[in-house]
Structure formats: structure tokens, C-alpha cells
């Protein structure tokens, strides 16, 4: 069955960065567009940012870009955000997202809160 497993999360100050890592089971990793979700406190789902099957194609919300990068490691099965300047209005719970047959998978995420 599909898994995603959403890790490094944290408290980190304004400016700060944090590196979350996404690990992917269950299906054929590499042959997937692979996504970046978040959700703050009191809101819905914000789509961060996506990246094609080989990493070369990447998209990004307007509110990260410039300050976020997503990657991927197909021989890893492993989906990265690098999240750069972060500020407090970045603060929300992060998960990484697939569409494997007509299913939309989301792990259990990962909390990331910027504050002084």
C-alpha cells in the first residue's frame, strides 16, 4: 500500500530554514509527480509546490517561491523540501501528496512552526 512518511519539522526562528524529507512506499516512486502540501491552524490546504517524475520540472505557490526548493531522490524513494527565509506565516502542518491511480495519498505530515 502507498505510505509517505513526512520528517523534519521543527521550531525555528524567522530567517531560519528547515529541510523536510518525504519517504515513499508502495509504489513505483520515480514514476510520479510528487507534491508539497500544508495546512495552517484554522485554515484548508495550501498547495506548496510539485516536481516531475526526474526533478526537472518544478512549481512553486507564490508565497514560497524564492525561498523554497523542492528535490527528489529516485534511487532514495525520497521527496525534499528545502525551505529558506522562513517566516511566521509558514507555520502549518506540511505533507507531501501523490496521485497513484486515481487516488490522492497524503502522509500524516510534519509540524513545522516559525516564531521567536
Known amino acids: 500500500q502507498v505510505q509517505l512518511v513526512e520528517s523534519g519539522g521543527g521550531l525555528v526562528q524567522p530567517g531560519g530554514s528547515l529541510r523536510l524529507s518525504c519517504a515513499a512506499s508502495?509504489?513505483?516512486?520515480?514514476?510520479?509527480?510528487m507534491s508539497w502540501v500544508r495546512q495552517a491552524p484554522g485554515k484548508g490546504p495550501e498547495w506548496v509546490s510539485s516536481?516531475?517524475?526526474?526533478?526537472?520540472?518544478?512549481k512553486y505557490a507564490d508565497s514560497v517561491k524564492g525561498r523554497f526548493t523542492i528535490s527528489r531522490d529516485n534511487a532514495k524513494n525520497t521527496l525534499y523540501l528545502q525551505m529558506n527565509s522562513l517566516k511566521p506565516e509558514d507555520t502549518a502542518v506540511y505533507y507531501c501528496n501523490v496521485d497513484v491511480s486515481g487516488n490522492n495519498y497524503w502522509g500524516s505530515g510534519t509540524q513545522v512552526t516559525v516564531s521567536s
Open positions: 516536481i516531475n517524475t526526474e526533478g526537472g520540472l518544478t
Open positions: 508502495g509504489f513505483t516512486f520515480s514514476t510520479y509527480y
